[in-house]
């Protein structure tokens, strides 16, 4: 399967569409670009930069325009807490980015105060729809619970104790989101062939899941930095009998990655945002797999228009259809006859005669 990493999207009015950027343009087109200098920069919440995850994905879109855009400049600001948020986004406002991009729903406030402050600035949000006066705000956001799906039946095909498991770095929706797709795939790989795979983690609430409500119970480490705690708690659903645990928790998951290394063989881990085995190929090999949201792709995107004066504030929803989500194969060999009924129920996803609301299935 084509890595999200790969794809090129265009900024559109009110959303991102698939096509093609500037990288297969002409070299005529590259030297227009390269005109002018340009400084993008991104603040990252407290996963830090290298966090394997969405802040990483995240700074990758920035370093994918640069190379389009030769003259850009590119910077980063982490954040260590909540309390950085503001003067990190303030910061980058006073140096004059051309935009900023923020990492995270926990950004919520600090993205629309500084929108409202400095409505001219040109900003794009991960993972969140701020609520803010200011037109120049564009928020990138994914229908997770798709790929989430696709990452449930990958699962429950792949179990051999007939248990597995998700977990949330914090309990909001841009996260639980994920695990109840998970919750879902699993519960549709039940009624469809015939299995009965158990889902720790996370118990579905009722009515539809989305980014602005999903609710449920779970599991939660309470932030997105703990990988200790998040090794305890993958160690903790191992003995209940899972041999898959899916977390959504940035860098927490790799505590899940020793969790499984200390487990040994027959353990795997699922990992979240970007594909596991280019993110952090020492331990491809404990990855059965990924569900990947588009955020370099997107990213990159919104810094190109905002390069080229194109930039346009609004939503972006990534989805199955449009490649902003997508389930990617790690480095745990899959049947092909999995690969195929994984295939299956992605077309139908796309169609819109698949749902991938986990109460629509039979709960285990």
Partial sequence: MKSIRRLGMALGTTSLVLGTVTVGATSMAQTALAASKFHAC????????????????????????????????????????????????????HQGCGIIVTVGFLMDKATAQAANAHPKQRIAIVDDAPTTKSKN???????????????????????????????????????????????????????????????LGWTPGKGACSLAKCA?????????????????????????????????????????????????????????????????????????????????SSVKAAVLSAAKGTFKGGVYVGTLKNNGTALEYGGITVPKALKAKIAKAKAAIIAGSLSVNPNSYPAK
């Fill in 42 to 93: 991104v603040v990252t919440d407290t996963g830090g930069i290298n966090d394997k995850s969405f802040n990483a994905s995240a700074w990758k879109g920035l370093e994918d325009a640069k190379k389009v855009f030769k003259n850009m400049t590119i910077k980063y600001l982490s954040s260590t807490s909540s309390t950085d948020y503001v003067p990190n986004i303030n910061n980058f406002v």
């Fill in 137 to 199: 705000v564009l928020s990138l956001q994914y229908e997770t619970d798709q790929g989430g799906f696709l990452g449930g039946v990958l699962a429950a095909g792949m179990t051999r104790t007939g248990t597995v498991a998700t977990y949330g770095g914090m309990n909001f929706p841009a996260v639980t989101l994920y695990m109840n797709g998970f919750v879902a795939g699993v519960r549709y790989y039940d009624k469809t062939y015939g299995a009965a795979v158990k889902a």
């Fill in 216 to 296: 449920g119970d779970g599991s939660f480490i309470g932030n997105f930095t703990d990988q200790t705690a998040g090794k305890t708690l993958t160690t903790n659903f191992f003995s209940q009998g899972a041999d898959i645990v899916f977390p959504v928790a940035g860098s927490v998951g790799l505590g899940s990655v020793a969790a499984a290394q200390q487990a040994g063989k027959g353990h795997s881990v699922m990992w979240v945002d970007s594909n596991g085995c280019v993110s952090d190929p020492a331990d491809c090999s404990w990855f059965v797999g990924t569900v990947a949201k588009g955020v370099e």
